[in-house]
Nanobody, 120 residues
Framework: QVQLVESGGGLVQAGGSLRLSCAASGSIFSINAMGWYRQAPGKQRELVAAITSGGSTNYADSVKGRFTISRDNAKNTVYLQMNSLKPEDTAVYYC??????????????WGQGTLVTVSS
Protein backbone atom coordinates (compact mmCIF):
# COMPACT_ATOMS: atom_id res chain seq x y z
CA GLN A 1 0.00 0.00 0.00
CA VAL A 2 1.34 3.40 -1.03
CA GLN A 3 -0.15 6.76 -0.20
CA LEU A 4 0.59 10.44 -0.74
CA VAL A 5 -0.29 12.84 2.04
CA GLU A 6 -0.48 16.54 1.21
CA SER A 7 -0.37 19.51 3.54
CA GLY A 8 0.02 23.27 3.42
CA GLY A 9 -3.10 24.50 1.68
CA GLY A 10 -5.24 27.30 3.00
CA LEU A 11 -6.53 30.82 2.50
CA VAL A 12 -4.16 33.60 1.50
CA GLN A 13 -4.49 37.10 0.10
CA ALA A 14 -3.40 37.92 -3.41
CA GLY A 15 0.34 38.50 -3.50
CA GLY A 16 0.94 36.14 -0.62
CA SER A 17 2.76 32.82 -0.44
CA LEU A 18 2.04 29.23 0.50
CA ARG A 19 4.15 26.10 0.60
CA LEU A 20 2.62 22.73 -0.18
CA SER A 21 4.19 19.47 0.91
CA CYS A 22 3.49 15.92 -0.20
CA ALA A 23 5.02 12.88 1.48
CA ALA A 24 4.92 9.41 -0.04
CA SER A 25 4.85 6.41 2.24
CA GLY A 26 4.40 2.67 2.02
CA SER A 27 6.09 -0.14 0.12
CA ILE A 28 8.14 2.13 -2.13
CA PHE A 29 11.16 0.89 -4.03
CA SER A 30 11.85 4.06 -6.00
CA ILE A 31 10.08 7.20 -7.15
CA ASN A 32 10.44 8.59 -10.66
CA ALA A 33 8.61 11.81 -11.37
CA MET A 34 6.58 13.70 -8.81
CA GLY A 35 4.29 16.56 -9.58
CA TRP A 36 1.53 18.91 -8.62
CA TYR A 37 -1.73 19.29 -10.49
CA ARG A 38 -4.67 21.56 -9.77
CA GLN A 39 -8.34 21.63 -10.54
CA ALA A 40 -10.42 24.77 -10.27
CA PRO A 41 -14.23 24.62 -10.08
CA GLY A 42 -15.69 23.81 -13.48
CA LYS A 43 -12.29 23.25 -15.06
CA GLN A 44 -10.19 20.25 -15.98
CA ARG A 45 -7.28 19.13 -13.87
CA GLU A 46 -4.04 20.64 -15.16
CA LEU A 47 -0.35 20.13 -14.55
CA VAL A 48 1.21 22.85 -12.41
CA ALA A 49 4.77 21.57 -12.02
CA ALA A 50 6.70 18.33 -12.16
CA ILE A 51 10.15 17.16 -11.13
CA THR A 52 12.12 14.06 -12.05
CA SER A 53 14.25 11.99 -9.71
CA GLY A 54 17.26 13.78 -11.17
CA GLY A 55 15.85 17.21 -10.45
CA SER A 56 14.69 18.31 -13.90
CA THR A 57 11.62 20.50 -13.63
CA ASN A 58 8.69 21.48 -15.81
CA TYR A 59 6.17 24.25 -15.14
CA ALA A 60 2.90 25.44 -16.56
CA ASP A 61 3.33 28.79 -18.30
CA SER A 62 0.87 30.39 -15.89
CA VAL A 63 3.09 29.73 -12.85
CA LYS A 64 6.58 30.17 -14.27
CA GLY A 65 8.59 32.62 -12.20
CA ARG A 66 6.15 32.40 -9.27
CA PHE A 67 6.11 28.72 -8.24
CA THR A 68 9.05 26.47 -7.46
CA ILE A 69 8.91 22.70 -7.19
CA SER A 70 11.54 20.77 -5.25
CA ARG A 71 11.93 17.34 -3.70
CA ASP A 72 13.78 15.57 -0.93
CA ASN A 73 14.49 12.09 -2.22
CA ALA A 74 15.60 10.86 1.20
CA LYS A 75 12.18 11.78 2.62
CA ASN A 76 10.14 10.82 -0.49
CA THR A 77 8.68 14.31 -0.30
CA VAL A 78 7.90 16.93 -2.92
CA TYR A 79 7.26 20.61 -2.24
CA LEU A 80 5.61 23.44 -4.10
CA GLN A 81 6.58 26.94 -3.07
CA MET A 82 3.94 29.34 -4.38
CA ASN A 83 4.72 33.06 -4.38
CA SER A 84 2.88 36.08 -5.76
CA LEU A 85 -0.36 34.15 -5.63
CA LYS A 86 -3.28 35.32 -7.73
CA PRO A 87 -7.01 34.68 -7.35
CA GLU A 88 -6.84 32.51 -10.47
CA ASP A 89 -4.52 30.14 -8.59
CA THR A 90 -7.49 29.13 -6.45
CA ALA A 91 -7.99 25.38 -6.86
CA VAL A 92 -7.64 22.00 -5.25
CA TYR A 93 -4.00 20.99 -5.62
CA TYR A 94 -3.19 17.31 -6.05
CA CYS A 95 0.14 15.59 -5.62
CA UNK A 96 1.08 12.86 -8.10
CA UNK A 97 3.88 10.32 -8.18
CA UNK A 98 5.12 7.72 -10.64
CA UNK A 99 6.85 5.07 -8.58
CA UNK A 100 7.87 1.45 -8.26
CA UNK A 101 6.63 -0.51 -5.28
CA UNK A 102 8.31 -3.50 -3.72
CA UNK A 103 5.19 -5.61 -4.26
CA UNK A 104 3.37 -4.84 -7.50
CA UNK A 105 5.87 -2.87 -9.53
CA UNK A 106 4.95 0.35 -11.31
CA UNK A 107 2.19 2.47 -9.81
CA UNK A 108 0.82 5.96 -10.35
CA UNK A 109 -0.49 7.44 -7.12
CA TRP A 110 -2.56 10.55 -6.36
CA GLY A 111 -2.96 12.44 -3.14
CA GLN A 112 -6.32 13.40 -1.70
CA GLY A 113 -5.95 17.06 -2.63
CA THR A 114 -5.49 20.24 -0.65
CA LEU A 115 -7.51 23.42 -1.19
CA VAL A 116 -5.73 26.67 -1.95
CA THR A 117 -7.89 29.79 -1.90
CA VAL A 118 -6.49 33.16 -2.94
CA SER A 119 -8.62 36.17 -2.08
CA SER A 120 -8.47 39.41 -4.05
Amino acid sequence: QVQLVESGGGLVQAGGSLRLSCAASGSIFSINAMGWYRQAPGKQRELVAAITSGGSTNYADSVKGRFTISRDNAKNTVYLQMNSLKPEDTAVYYCNADLFTTIIGYLEVWGQGTLVTVSS
